[in-house]
């Protein structure tokens, strides 16, 4: 099992920035190989943003590539997304994911491989973006 706790969630203006982070526990430190973050806005699909591997390699989705950054501290087992040009659209609550899976199968974006489903999942922190 792991245990994903997610924190740094809050509002901000548009155009403004904002770090969240999600750390991971688990007896198993190969079970969360892959993380990843995702979002959601009630009555839409839960949509993936952003993953990175045990080694660093990242995948991003269309929607946040060029603004979001995604980077992990692996002696914290803590991963980060920082949030650049934070527009409206991007407010929704979002949820840290693990899963054993290593690069490519580590991957937020539909290719040969299909997309990741994640096996384990935090509770999430609402980032609001509004004037």
């Known amino acids: 099992q792991v245990q994903l706790v997610e924190s740094g969630g809050g509002s901000v203006q548009p155009g403004g920035s904002l770090t969240i982070s999600c750390a991971a526990s688990?007896?198993?430190?190969?079970?969360?190989?892959?993380m990843g973050w995702h979002r959601q806005v009630p009555g839409k699909e839960r949509e993936g943003i952003a993953s990175?591997?045990?080694?660093?390699?990242?995948t991003y989705a269309d929607s946040v590539k060029g603004r979001f950054t995604i980077s992990r501290d692996t002696a914290k087992n803590t991963i980060y997304l920082q949030m650049n040009g934070l527009k409206d659209e991007d407010t929704a609550m979002y949820y840290c994911?693990?899963?054993?899976?290593?690069?490519?199968?580590?991957?937020?974006?539909?290719?040969?491989?299909?997309?990741?489903?994640?096996?384990?999942w935090g509770q999430g922190t609402q980032v609001t973006v509004s004037s």
């Open positions: 688990s007896e198993r430190s190969y079970l969360h190989a892959c």
């Open positions: 994911a693990a899963d054993p899976a290593r690069a490519p199968l580590c991957t937020v974006v539909r290719g040969r491989f299909g997309v990741l489903s994640f096996s384990y």
């Open positions: 990175i591997d045990i080694d660093g390699q990242t």
